[in-house]
């Protein structure tokens, strides 16, 4: 089995930061890409931010700038520093990760629980 769990999600003040957290568990052979997205009430699932196993990050244009995603390959452990938080921001973070169980399949994607984050003005 593999787990996703998402940490770090809160209230927090419009320019305030917080720190999420996404540690993946159990039968890890390796990870390859691991991924932010975000879901507000009534809007589409969007990517926030993507980071593959060598390090090489992508951003959404909104989040460009304020976020930074970066991982721990020895905790399998992904992150996303978000600063300069704005109400548009709220919404419900899930991590995302494509996950190889075995030498003997391909890679599979696999989702976290997801956290909220609230930011007030």
């Known amino acids: 089995q593999v787990q996703l769990v998402e940490s770090g999600g809160g209230l927090v003040q419009a320019g305030g930061s917080l720190r999420l957290s996404c540690a993946a568990s159990?039968?890890?052979?390796?990870?390859?890409?691991m991924r932010w997205y975000r879901q507000a009430p009534g809007k589409q699932r969007e990517l926030v931010a993507g980071?593959?196993?060598?390090?090489?990050?992508n951003y959404a244009d909104s989040v460009k700038g304020r976020f930074t995603i970066s991982r721990d390959n020895a905790k399998n452990t992904v992150y996303l520093q978000m600063n300069s938080l704005k109400p548009e921001d709220t919404a419900v973070y899930y991590c995302?990760?494509?996950?190889?169980?075995?030498?003997?399949?391909?890679?599979?994607?696999?989702w976290g629980q997801g956290t909220q984050v609230t930011v007030s003005s």
């Open positions: 159990g039968s890890i052979f390796s990870i390859n890409a």
């Open positions: 995302n990760a494509d996950v190889r169980r075995s030498y003997y399949y391909l890679d599979n994607d696999y």
């Open positions: 980071i593959t196993s060598g390090g090489s990050t």
